[in-house]
């Protein structure tokens, strides 16, 4: 069958920034899926979604021009309905043959489960790829993420903007399309400035070649990174480094067709407020690109990206340098304003800022965390009273004007405040981290005072919200207390603080005594853990083995960590999953032996057969060389030292009988069973492991 490539493309008023890449991606999903759903061969190869703010394309390197034969069967009556006793055809036959538009006789039959029935079969040519496409390109259309589409001119079509061209070319040939009010042809357009005119598109392959020609990258990946060396090598020329994050770039590669560098530049005076303020207007504001000297402190230039080559860059640097002016300006009336008065002084207004009806004001949860990090920091080896201190001073800012204005800076803006008001560094610095991690990929605070005040935030934070009756339910957390209960698990292992967490939670929840609510301490340790089950699927830990160690309930969070990694090592051994079985099976047994007295210790002089005097003797050694390890939590160790009991744990169960008829025989073999089984699972339920 001939192939040949295939363009659509859609020329629309400039499109929503964030919107661009989902509408693109269903655009092309919608196209593919059509066209395979009919059975039209398609070859990909690398095609991906095409786009600018102006315009959404699929481009196919390979488009059959029809549908293969279509074959249909459609099941008739059985013989015993479809003739009657001399053969003949009755009504229903008669029916059915007519609908298929044949004579009773050319039917051919088939035979079931039920017996022999009529069935009539036909094979038509199937249709011409151009015939199919308008129908394809309409489903695609309506199946995009459009929630509120617009109108436009006197009719009713609608999109997400006004649609202003239609390309559909199936190679060099013009698939004829009567769409949203237009027809299609090969008149794509260029760039809006640069070359304002129509661009003939002779051939679909020829398509991203031409656009460039009228200074058009269609292809997203292309844009992305002609930005990202335009900006690197802007940045170095100016003997800085760009400021290059994921989310910025992400916007700018969607609001430009053909992207150049500007480079700009702002007062110096400006770089006395605090750089985040200064980078947040930068990015979130204006998608400008920060520049940044060697060791990460802001300059005074930065990047813009224009969506043409001007002949006088100079000009659209002043207006970039105006747009961002009196962001900057405010920024800086604000941050001296709260110089003014000072971050300790900003505390007096959170007592009359409600928290939660239930949990008090502001000031309340405040109390409560400097309390609860008194109580945290001795175990970890940090000063109490600088834990203290950096809990009373950690949310003063949320009553600054930085803040009331960038709500983003919530701790970095106090850490500022803190330096200037000449706390201690270590507390400056932890009145930041405390709010670490601030999303999925970020990492924990890295002081180790800034992980206690992280800790002792997150626990009262969690405790307040399950004693308020705030628990998630579905997608409903308005506490975001999921996403508390992981940043409070990370922190605690990742940290390597081996702090018990029913303990924490407990001492969090005592803060609340005073406001007649309490948390169930059981119900919120087994929350957070539930969160880690997320956690550990991310670092390639399976289900099985998570589950083998939750099931053992460890006190902290860190001794989970070590069990996990240990049951990791455990699990790649030749013999973790017959051990695996065997206290699967150690289980079922003691179970279903609810009714005998099992003794605490095995009597030797019961031992009857070789192969459970050698387990004996074996498990006794085990347990032996096992209990100091298992003192100072070291799994793998453990782990590694019962695999060794393989062999006589096999030998016990092919060759003795544990239900014994003599009761003190079967009595003694089941407490032999469960020192084994209880030593096996002393580290994880390791029965979870066995499929």
């Not at 100072?632 to 030292?641: F, H, N, P, W």
């Amino acid at each position: 069958m001939s192939m040949k490539p295939l363009l659509i493309e859609l020329g629309v008023e400039e499109l929503p920034v964030k919107a661009l890449p989902g509408l693109s991606q269903a655009f092309f999903d919608g196209i593919v899926g059509g066209l395979e759903k009919r059975g039209v061969a398609v070859e990909r190869g690398a095609a991906k979604p095409l786009s600018t703010p102006r315009r959404l394309a699929v481009l196919l390197p390979g488009v059959g021009a029809q549908q293969p034969e279509q074959h249909s069967e459609v099941l008739g009556p059985y013989l015993n309905i479809g003739l009657d006793a001399d053969g003949n055809p009755t009504k229903a036959l008669a029916g059915f043959a007519a609908k298929a538009g044949v004579e009773w006789t050319a039917l051919e039959r088939t035979t079931d489960a039920k017996g022999e029935r009529f069935v009539a079969r036909s094979t038509k040519p199937g249709a011409a790829t151009a015939d199919l496409l308008p129908e394809v390109i309409a489903e695609a259309i309506a199946a995009m993420p459009i929630p509120k589409p617009m109108r436009w001119g006197a009719h009713t079509h609608a999109f997400a903007r006004p649609v202003h061209w239609l390309v559909v070319l199936h190679g060099k040939d013009i698939v004829p399309v009567q769409l949203l009010g237009l027809s299609s042809d090969r008149f794509s357009r260029g760039h809006r400035f640069m070359h304002d005119k129509q661009v003939w598109i002779s051939d679909a392959a020829e398509y991203v070649e031409a656009l460039a020609g009228a200074k058009v990258l269609v292809d997203v990946d292309l844009r992305r990174e002609r930005i990202v060396a335009q900006v690197n090598d802007t940045a170095a020329a100016a003997g800085g480094v760009a400021r290059i994050t994921e989310d910025n770039l992400g916007q700018v590669v969607h609001l430009c067709e053909w992207p150049a560098p500007v480079l700009c530049r702002f007062e110096r005076e400006f770089l006395a407020v605090p750089q985040e303020a200064l980078i947040e207007t930068m990015e979130i504001n204006q998608k400008f690109f920060p520049v940044l000297d060697g060791e990460g402190r802001l300059t005074e230039q930065f990047i813009g990206i224009a969506n043409i080559e001007s002949r006088d860059v100079a000009e659209v640097a002043k207006g970039y340098e105006r747009v961002i002016r009196p962001r900057f300006a405010d920024a800086k009336f604000f941050f001296d304003e709260d110089l003014k008065q000072g971050l300790e002084a900003m505390g007096a207004g959170l007592s009359s800022v409600t928290y939660q009806a239930k949990l008090g004001t502001v000031a309340d949860k405040v109390a409560r965390v400097a309390a609860l990090a008194a109580v945290i920091a001795p175990q970890v080896g940090v000063d109490a009273a600088k834990a203290q201190r950096a809990a009373q001073l950690a949310k003063n800012d949320l009553q600054s004007y930085m803040v009331g204005e960038f709500p983003e800076l919530q701790g970095i803006a106090g850490r500022h405040y803190a330096v200037a008001a000449g706390e201690d560094a270590d507390v400056a610095l932890a009145i930041d981290e405390a709010y670490q991690p601030r999303f999925a990929a970020d990492d924990i605070a890295a002081s180790a005072l800034g992980k206690v005040l992280a800790i002792a935030e997150r626990a009262d934070t969690l405790a307040g919200g399950f004693a308020a009756g705030l628990k998630p339910t579905g997608n409903k957390d308005p506490f975001a207390l999921r996403r508390n209960a992981l940043g409070l698990a990370r922190t605690l292992i990742e940290s390597g603080f081996d702090l018990d967490l029913g303990a924490l939670l407990a001492a969090a929840n005592a803060g609340l005594a005073d406001k007649g609510v309490q948390a169930d301490v059981a119900e919120l340790a087994d929350f957070i853990t539930d969160r880690l089950k997320g956690y550990y699927a991310d670092r390639g830990v399976p289900a099985t083995q998570f589950n083998a160690v939750a099931e053992r309930k460890p006190a902290s969070l860190y001794d989970f960590d070590r069990r996990i990694d240990a049951i990791g090592i455990f699990a790649a051994l030749p013999e973790a999953a017959a051990l695996a079985a065997a206290n699967k099976r150690i289980g079922n047994i003691l179970r279903k032996a609810e009714d005998v007295v099992i003794p605490d210790s095995v009597d030797a002089a019961l031992l009857a057969e070789p192969a459970e005097s050698a387990l004996a003797e074996a498990v006794a050694a085990a347990i032996a060389q096992t209990t100091p390890a298992l003192e100072s939590k070291d799994y793998v160790a453990v782990l590694t030292r019962l695999a060794g009991l393989r062999p006589q744990v096999d030998a016990f169960f092919d060759g003795v009988m544990v239900n014994a008829e003599d009761p003190a025989l079967r009595a003694n073999r089941l407490a032999l069973l469960k020192q084994l089984g209880g030593r096996l699972g002393a580290v994880a339920a390791i029965e979870h492991l066995s499929s």
